[in-house]
């Protein structure tokens, strides 16, 4: 029987909370977030604590964290303008991603200072990133602050799709081809690795042994 060691929440400080909580929820995908900064420069920044939240419309969240007693660039351009890009980070572009997500001074354009390649957008205002095979163009629908309010969740409806014809067939979008990459705890990353394929399932398996003629009982 494996062992463990119990933790209460209630004794862990907020880096001692974040350290296990990313450690433990993984692999995360990335969004990398394009939005516009106040004088109209691109900010481009990669956040973790992200997925899919709703299929109709189609919506994603992000977990933003404050930066001291403010907000980060992303946070705050999506707040005054309700637009933002989400494009998905890939192996091929893990080292420019990476970088940046450094702390950049307030204002400052990643795309500008990495020579990062855009694309214009065509039902919002933020570009996409050119070296993304999947870009979603969002916009606002809401803010939601959680816990001690250090985490605000933006969720955004997409409002258009871009994927490279390399990854999407007309029907079904090719992870493999995508190559995606995700993030671990710490300063790790991982790729996809070995894949696992199932049958889609619509109704729970059905024990064959259990539901044999004559182990059922007859209802009164």
């Not at 999407?168 to 894949?195: F, H, N, Q, T």
Request: hydrophobic fraction near 40%.
């Amino acid at each position: 029987m494996q062992e463990y060691t119990f933790i209460d929440q209630a004794e862990l400080d907020r880096e001692a909370a974040y350290r296990l909580i990313i450690g433990c929820v993984v692999p995360r995908p990335i969004a990398w977030i394009t939005t516009l900064n106040a004088d109209g420069s691109v900010n481009a920044a990669p956040f973790s604590s992200y997925n899919y939240v709703a299929t109709d419309p189609p919506m994603l969240a992000i977990n933003i964290g404050a930066r001291g007693t403010g907000f980060k660039d992303t946070a705050r351009n999506i707040r005054d303008n309700g637009e933002f890009v989400v494009n998905v980070a890939t192996e091929a572009a893990m080292e420019v991603m990476h970088v940046s997500g450094a702390e950049y001074p307030p204002g400052a354009s990643e795309t500008s200072a990495l020579n990062i390649p855009l694309l214009p957008s065509r039902r919002v205002k933020p570009p996409r990133i050119a070296a993304s095979p999947v870009q979603m163009e969002c916009r606002l629908d809401q803010a939601i602050k959680l816990g001690r309010g250090g985490n605000t969740l933006y969720i955004g409806e997409v409002l258009a799709f871009h994927l490279s014809n390399d990854i999407y067939d007309g029907k079904y979008v090719d992870s493999v081809k995508m190559r995606p990459i995700a993030r671990l705890g710490g300063p790790y990353y991982a790729a996809l690795g070995e894949i696992f394929h199932r049958p889609l399932l619509k109704n729970p398996p059905v024990n064959e042994a259990a539901a044999a003629p004559g182990d059922q009982e007859t209802p009164a």
